[in-house]
C-alpha cells in the first residue's frame, strides 16, 4: 500500500505563488516517476510536471518558465514551485507517483487563483 499525501495548496492572487508538496509513505520499494497533474472544473485531469529518478523533467506547455518541479529522493517527496500564478491555474492538484506496483494518486489539493 503507497499513500501520498499532498500539502501547500490554498488561495492565491494572480501573480503570486504557491510550492506544492507530495511525500509517498508505505510500501513504497522505488518510485520511478513523481508528478503532479491537475482537474479543473468541467475538464479532463492532466498533466502539469513529472520527474523521474534521474532528475529529468517533462511540463504541459502552459506551465513553461513558470512551474519547477523537484524531488528529494531520500525523503521519497516531489514539490512544484508554482509562480506567476494565473486564474487559468485554478484547479485540484494531484500528485502522482509511479512504483513496481503501478500508479498512485493523492487525494488532492485545491489550488485557486483569484483575479
Known amino acids: 500500500q503507497v499513500q501520498l499525501v499532498e500539502s501547500g495548496g490554498g488561495l492565491v492572487q494572480a501573480g503570486g505563488s504557491l510550492r506544492l508538496s507530495c511525500t509517498a509513505a508505505?510500501?513504497?520499494?522505488?518510485?520511478?516517476?513523481m508528478g503532479w497533474y491537475r482537474q479543473a472544473p468541467g475538464k479532463q485531469r492532466v498533466l502539469v510536471a513529472v520527474?523521474?529518478?534521474?532528475?529529468?523533467?517533462h511540463y504541459a506547455n502552459s506551465v513553461l518558465g513558470r512551474f519547477t518541479i523537484s524531488r528529494d529522493n531520500a525523503k521519497n517527496t516531489a514539490y512544484l514551485q508554482m509562480n506567476s500564478l494565473q486564474p487559468d491555474d485554478t484547479a485540484v492538484y494531484y500528485c502522482?507517483?509511479?512504483?513496481?506496483?503501478?500508479?498512485?494518486w493523492g487525494q488532492g489539493t485545491q489550488v485557486t487563483v483569484s483575479t
Open positions: 520527474m523521474a529518478t534521474d532528475g529529468s523533467a
Open positions: 502522482n507517483a509511479h512504483t513496481a506496483s503501478g500508479p498512485h
Open positions: 508505505g510500501s513504497i520499494g522505488s518510485i520511478n516517476f
